[in-house]
């Protein structure tokens, strides 16, 4: 697994878009490459397209802990069995309850928001 942030991501494969590195990247690594895109949420190759997975529209009240959280979420979705589309969407939902609250978002909560999709 590798999850880098869009800034990241970008200035490491030298490319202008996610998309243009996810792509360049298919060929190169087995990797499940996922790029957090702040705001705009997660992207990751699923075969041949590029799969985008929106941010929850949350009230941040802090960033810190995002990128952490939605690594966090995605491998406990992954643990639970599920695809890469409902881990994404789990891994989003962590990094916006995160923000948006003042204390870690317990399970529950994750996976109401996560289901409200």
């Known amino acids: 697994y590798y999850f880098p942030s869009k800034q990241e991501f970008q200035q490491l494969w030298e490319?202008?878009?996610i998309d243009e590195g996810?792509?360049?990247?298919?060929?190169?690594?087995?990797?499940l490459t996922?790029?957090?895109?702040?705001d705009n949420g997660a992207l990751a190759m699923k075969g041949d397209?590029?799969?985008?997975?929106?941010?929850?529209?949350v009230?941040?009240?802090?960033?810190?802990?995002?990128?952490?959280?939605?690594?966090?979420?995605?491998?406990?979705?992954?643990?639970?069995?599920?695809d890469l589309e409902k881990?994404?969407?789990?891994?989003?939902?962590a990094a916006g309850l995160t923000i948006s609250q003042p204390t870690m978002p317990a399970i529950e909560a994750v996976e109401t928001?996560?289901?409200?999709?």
Do not use: W, Y
């Open 15 to 17: 490319v202008n878009s």
């Open 22 to 31: 996810l792509h360049r990247m298919k060929g190169l690594t087995s990797a």
């Open 34 to 38: 996922i790029v957090k895109d702040s």
């Open 49 to 57: 397209e590029v799969l985008r997975i929106p941010a929850f529209p």
């Open 59 to 82: 009230n941040p009240i802090h960033t810190v802990g995002a990128g952490d959280s939605f690594n966090a979420g995605f491998m406990v979705a992954q643990a639970l069995g599920r």
């Open 87 to 93: 881990s994404m969407r789990f891994g989003c939902a």
């Open 113 to 117: 928001l996560a289901a409200s999709a």
